[in-house]
């Protein structure tokens, strides 16, 4: 077919024609057209044999102005000829439609991305009225002597001028310089009038065929940055910006055909296969390198380009979640490294030079030794963080470590004493109670092991009591008082021993610290003699530790390690969608970042990995449960 919208070289124009001209007519009209000389005589002779000829006519007649008067016909030809292009819509906004969408198309053909006029073109093609056009086809051919065309000849070159006045649009739109902006801009106003136009879908092929090329050397520079990007060595930030930028140039001609197409509940295919190809990117990064940062960066963009992507949209963000975390613990590793390594050097430290210090300076900066670091680095620690909640643990777990590891409560309680009069107000209120409570059982158990070693001297044994009462819990506060009061009546030595023993033997059995903090299930527990109960202890407990790296972990916190592990591996053979594989991933980054590198007992270790041998069905159904399988 004919270009559609070349209507100025229509034969109807180049012979001077009317749609009712006869054959004998339109031989008088070449000679006059021959005559003036405007167009070479092949021009002229095709025109006239493409007017005698009923198929090649019905084209010209569609092509042309149907419905128009000759009156209108000579003012759409002027109008066209002299005005602004840009002005076409408002004047023949009155005009049929098949013979407006001619002239709008022709206009197009000569502008470049005029959006008004291809607003106005695609509004042409709603409702078409083709028995209309069918009638006056028949009704001029009738008068000229031409045989009659039926309705589905009729439709179907309608259809292919539909097809060609598009890629003319898309031609228009793609010469503007700024081809996405625009044809987004189109796609979205005409999405919310009428989704379902014919006209559209045609408008956005066309245009996705004349952006292949553009797309396609896209592409192959962002292949070429991913694999640069793939060392993660250190300029692996400059090739994220590439592909970022490279990303940016990608969704600003591609958008149009993903909003379209997700309109249509379907997802672009090359934007598709670009996602992927730079999530899998992504996860090498953070997985294998742990890059997360950069790997934040990637999915941020990828994020920001394919959201009409849906299904990837949806795993982007849970991407982006995961990997702030990631990227949020690895900054707070970094600020809590030097914390960690003062408190490591505490743990192999002499334990008597350091309580002399704590004593002596108590505990801050200006402290000798490594007190002095553990409080510098504290207070540098806490100044860059947002949540200083970590930075306090990483010393209570020191003071856990001296208390169960070291068995030297008292040092453990030097030190939570002394981090508690340094913190000050600073502390949380959840914080300061914790500590608080950790203060009162470590005191509780060091004073504890003065009154076993002074019994006998009932004046040191007072003492001791009197120590007792500073920190002692509501609880503990009146059997302490009783035992006391009992001491001061009592002169008969059998029953004050009797009596201190009972008081041992109830807070042996209380817990150390708390559920996170118990002491070895191993250690050595006094009962009175007239006394059968025993503690019961759990052996399949789990708690979950915090977050960091180097912590000494409790049994019940080894454990949940172990069995999460173990939970994790059954998982990784049950994924079988977007949604668990997601929220796998942040099960594993919440491992690594409580379990990745902890310190233990080697007797603890190997009792749990003992049971983990006969709880692998129950882990396997927590598994299961997880996965809400």
């Known amino acids: 077919m004919k270009t559609a919208s070349n209507l100025l070289r229509n034969e109807f124009n180049v012979l001077k024609a009317e749609y009712s001209s006869s054959a004998e007519e339109i031989s008088d009209l070449l000679e006059d057209a021959e005559f003036e000389g405007i167009y070479s005589d092949d021009v002229l002779i095709k025109a006239q044999q493409t007017l005698v ?132 801009s189109i796609v979205e106003k005409e999405l919310s009038r009428k989704p379902e136009s014919t006209f559209l879908k045609n408008l956005v092929r066309e245009y996705d065929k004349n952006s292949e090329k553009d797309l396609a050397e896209i592409a192959q520079k962002i292949s070429d940055a991913a694999e640069k990007a793939k060392s993660a060595g250190d300029d692996l930030g400059f090739h994220i910006q590439d592909i970022d930028g490279y990303l940016f140039q990608w969704d600003e001609i591609n958008q149009p055909v993903q909003l379209y197409d997700q309109s249509r509940g379907h997802e672009e295919a090359r934007s598709k296969a670009l996602y992927q190809e730079l999530r899998a990117l992504s996860v090498e990064l953070a997985n294998e390198h742990n890059r997360f940062e950069a790997s934040l960066q990637l999915s941020e963009a990828l994020l920001r380009t394919f959201p009409e992507l849906e299904s990837a949209a949806e795993i982007l963000r849970g991407d982006v979640t995961d990997l702030e975390d990631l990227v949020e613990q690895e900054k707070n590793n970094r600020i809590l490294q030097p914390l960690f390594e003062a408190c490591d050097a505490a743990k192999d430290a002499p334990l008597t030079p350091l309580k002399a210090t704590l004593r002596a300076e108590g505990f801050s900066e200006r402290s000798e030794g490594v007190i002095g670091e553990i409080a510098g680095s504290l207070q540098r620690s806490c100044t860059k963080l947002d949540d200083t909640r970590v930075a306090y643990m ?144 759990s052996v399949s407990s789990e708690s979950m530790p915090p977050v960091g790296t180097g912590l000494s972990l409790t049994e019940s916190q080894v454990r949940y390690c172990i069995f999460q592990d173990k939970r994790l591996d059954f998982m990784r053979n049950m994924l079988s969608d977007n949604a668990e594989i997601s929220h796998f991933n942040r099960l594993v980054g919440d491992w690594n970042a409580r379990c990745s590198n902890y310190r233990y007992l080697p007797a603890i270790m190997s009792k749990i990995q003992d049971e983990v041998a006969g709880r692998s069905h129950d882990l396997q159904l927590d598994a299961q449960r997880i996965l809400g399988k």
């Open 394 to 537: 990483i010393v209570r777990n020191l003071c856990l470590y001296w208390n169960n590891e070291k068995e030297d409560p008292e040092a453990a309680f030097l030190l939570i004493d002394g981090l508690i009069t340094y913190a000050g107000n600073a502390l949380e209120s959840e914080m300061s109670e914790r500590l608080s409570e950790d203060r009162a059982t470590l005191h509780t158990n060091w004073k504890m092991g003065e009154l076993e070693s002074n019994r006998g001297n009932k004046t040191a044994i007072l003492r001791t009591l009197d120590d007792l009462l500073i920190y002692a819990k509501p609880s503990e506060k009146y059997e302490f008082e009783k035992l006391r009061n009992d001491i001061k009546k009592q002169s008969t030595k059998k029953y004050i021993k009797w009596s201190i023993y009972a008081v041992i033997g109830l807070f042996i059995l209380l817990s150390i610290i708390d559920s996170e903090s118990k002491k070895r299930t191993s250690e050595t527990k006094y009962t009175p003699s007239n006394s059968s109960s025993q503690q019961s202890v």
């Open 53 to 184: 000829a009923p198929k090649d006519r019905l084209i010209a007649e569609l092509c042309w102005l149907p419905e128009l008067s000759r009156q209108q016909r000579e003012k759409a030809l002027q109008v066209i000829k002299e005005s602004d292009t840009s002005q076409v819509p408002q004047q023949i906004d009155h005009f049929p439609d098949l013979a407006k969408a001619n002239i709008l198309a022709y206009c197009a053909s000569e502008m470049e991305g005029a959006k008004a006029i291809i607003l106005s073109l695609c509004n042409c093609w709603d409702d078409l009225d083709l028995d209309a056009l069918t009638n006056f086809i028949n009704d001029n051919r009738k008068l000229a002597g031409f045989p009659k065309v039926s309705l589905a000849q009729v439709e179907d070159v309608v259809s292919n001028i539909c097809l060609k006045q598009a890629i003319t649009a898309a031609a228009s739109i793609w010469r503007s310089g700024v081809p996405g902006f625009l044809m987004n």
